[in-house]
């Protein structure tokens, strides 16, 4: 299937890849709207992914944190997909 807008992207990334982080998405594809795009799909359809968060120590030795991305619902993320086709 051909990518044909941003929210489509979104969906494929839930459905093809286990759980990520948005750097993973950017260092993958540079699609710096991903966050947007996905809470745009779950305003109109409800959840669909589910977020942790992770800590972590950086460099400079200062505590931080970030969010892995994982889906929820594999089945309705593959309805939408479709749905999202221009």
């Known amino acids: ?3 044909a807008n941003q929210h489509q992207q979104a969906l ?3 459905i093809n890849w286990k759980s990520f982080s948005l750097t993973e998405v950017i260092d993958d594809s540079r699609f710096h709207k991903f966050q947007t795009r996905l809470g745009e799909i779950e305003q109109e359809h409800g959840e ?3 977020r942790s968060t992770r800590k972590f ?3 400079f030795g200062r505590k931080s ?3 892995v991305y994982e889906c929820s619902n594999l089945d309705k993320a593959r309805e939408l ?3 999202y086709k221009k």
Do not use: G, S, V
Request: aromatic share 16%.
């Open 48 to 50: 669909i992914c589910e």
């Open 81 to 83: 997909i479709i749905k």
């Open 57 to 59: 120590i950086n460099r």
């Open 12 to 14: 494929w990334y839930l």
């Open 65 to 67: 944190k970030y969010t």
């Open 1 to 3: 299937m051909e990518i």
